[in-house]
């Protein structure tokens, strides 16, 4: 199984930008999609934004036009890019892949923390 490491979490200021990767302990070449999460405590866990392997990408509407999905096939890494940032992105973003053979895997987490 796959196995995913995220990083670049941190505390921001509204209006700030991150940038969160998603190392892979394997080749993310052939993964039927790739997506992150975020979760605040005593809440689902939702859907920020998901890359299927046939091309589409969607986002969550509340961050359309802010955050960017993307993937660096040759570092086994995929991102998430997050611009303008709001307190209400706070929360634990996780990164998610799905295998061909329908084998999921999850990271550990990172926090987001969007305060002045």
């Known amino acids: 199984q796959v196995q995913l490491m995220e990083s670049g979490g941190g505390l921001v200021q509204p209006g700030g930008s991150l940038r969160l990767s998603c190392a892979a302990s394997g080749s993310i070449f052939r993964v039927n999609a790739m997506a992150w999460y975020r979760q605040v405590p005593g809440e689902q866990r939702e859907l920020v934004a998901l890359?299927?392997?046939?091309?589409?990408?969607h986002y969550l509407d509340s961050v359309k036009g802010r955050f960017t999905i993307s993937r660096d096939n040759a570092k086994n890494t995929f991102y998430l890019q997050m611009n303008s940032l709001k307190p209400e992105d706070t929360a634990v973003y996780y990164c998610?892949?799905?295998?061909?053979?329908?084998?999921?895997?999850w990271g550990q987490g990172t926090q987001v923390t969007v305060s002045s």
């Open positions: 890359a299927h392997s046939v091309g589409s990408i």
């Open positions: 998610y892949v799905q295998q061909p053979s329908g084998e999921t895997s």
